[in-house]
């Protein structure tokens, strides 16, 4: 019997965790495999060749899917591949931006940011000008960006980042956190060195994975370094674990997460049965998010929400973030809630308390009732619910989703 005083479950449409597909759930759900079990090591192979794939990566690159979160994934890219003392450039467009920034620093690196304000993203040109400012002092490690900042909801472009770093025979590190699946990334066509993720979001799984794939270049960087990583965050403790998995043994080094590398492998099955060709069921995938994007931003542009982003090819398509009067998210949030529907406030510190974000990633790109949703609370939490605007927004919703 369903417990009828049990609050709702609301409908998840915070920037991660997210909601996730029928598949993912089932394969979820059960018993927890042993990590020896025969099926669970088939799957984990699985899933590591898929994420080559899904990343667009190439041949030779190394998957890593580990117990943790995107902090984790950043934090393993930072330790492996910047020794301390060594350069790197950051790209700055948010809370993650800085993130990474703090870790550089803790790693002992000498650290050359490029920012923007809240809202924009630096030029590649200014990005270029760093690079070369940073070499005049001796040699730079690594670049590292954010894909889309879930702070701004600034979507940068990592393919030209990808090609002046290379130019220059520096790695170069993205963070998709917040993108991965859900934006376009090639990473083999581009040139990129680490796209780093987490489950919890375009990849539509439970929260608790770190995942990335690492570039052949990449995996030679760690060679050559000298102060090691953490233990847990070392690629060489990790890979040979990787590779048993993929090549149809078990291995350990420390119990992966087993629930969750069942869910990983049906989901990336999923995201890639959309097509024979990876390329095209990618294009899919990233496809689907512009879509609920351009509807959404439709609805929002009908409610006067302006979005953080300062220019349209700057608005990220696996989330919104959306400007309101100071003072109002948290009012705005608690609404929405009471509609079913949970977003999330405001996260950079400059505009903590005037803005609020809504996540668009995975399944629900697929849902375009759960979209409608969406706007209705957005609607009732801004303006009147029977308001002829709250009956715009959905018009504009529906007219745009096509
Ligand atoms: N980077 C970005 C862009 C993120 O959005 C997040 C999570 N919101 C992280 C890193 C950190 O991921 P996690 O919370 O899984 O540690």
């Known amino acids: ?10 409908l998840l449409m915070i920037p991660g965790p997210v909601e996730v597909s029928e598949r993912v759930l089932r394969a979820a759900a059960g018993p927890p495999p042993g990590h020896l079990a025969p099926d669970l090591i088939a799957d ?55 993130r990474m920034g703090e870790m550089l620093r803790r790693r002992g690196a000498e650290v050359v940011v490029v920012e923007a304000p809240p809202g924009e993203a630096p030029a590649p040109e200014e990005v270029a000008e760093a690079l070369d400012r940073a070499a005049s002092g001796g040699e730079v490690a690594a670049l590292f960006a954010t894909h889309v900042d879930t702070s701004t909801g600034v979507r940068l472009d990592p393919r030209p980042l990808a090609a002046l770093a290379a130019e220059r025979g520096v790695l170069s590190v993205f963070d998709g956190v917040c993108a991965t699946a859900g934006e376009r990334f090639a990473m083999e066509a581009w040139g990129a060195d680490v796209y780093l993720t987490a489950s919890q979001k375009a990849l539509g799984l439970p929260a608790g994975l770190a995942l990335w794939v690492a570039s052949p270049r990449a995996m030679e960087a760690r060679e050559r370094l000298s102060t090691p990583p953490p233990l847990t965050l070392d690629w060489h403790a990790w890979r040979p674990v990787m590779e048993a998995y993929e090549a149809g043994r078990g291995a350990y080094f420390s119990t992966p997460p087993t629930t969750l590398i069942r869910a990983l492998a049906a989901g990336l099955a999923e995201l890639l049965a959309a097509a024979d060709d990876p390329g095209e069921a990618m294009e899919a ?13 439709a609805a929002w542009a009908a409610l006067g929400l302006g979005l953080v982003p300062v220019r349209p090819e700057l608005a990220a398509n696996t989330l919104s973030a959306l400007r309101c009067a100071p003072g109002r998210a948290g009012e705005i949030v608690q609404a929405a809630a009471r509609r079913g529907v949970a977003i999330a406030g405001g996260l950079h510190p400059d505009l903590a308390d005037r803005s609020f974000r809504v996540g668009h990633m995975g399944v629900v790109t697929t849902r375009p009732e759960a979209l409608r949703k969406t706007v209705e609370a957005v609607a009732a939490a801004v303006c009147d619910e029977e308001s002829e605007q709250a009956r715009v927004a959905v018009a504009a919703f529906e007219s745009a989703w096509g």
């Open 1 to 10: 019997m369903p417990d009828e005083t049990a609050p709702r479950r609301p």
């Open 44 to 98: 984990f192979g699985a899933a590591l060749g898929d994420m080559r794939r899904a990343w667009l990566a190439g041949a030779d690159a190394a998957p890593f899917a580990v117990p943790g979160g995107g902090t984790l994934a950043m934090e393993s890219a930072v330790t492996n591949l910047v020794d301390p003392g060594e350069r790197a450039v950051l790209v700055d467009t948010g809370h993650f931006g800085r």
């Open 285 to 297: 995938a990233f496809a689907r998010h512009e879509r609920a994007a351009h509807a959404l931003r």
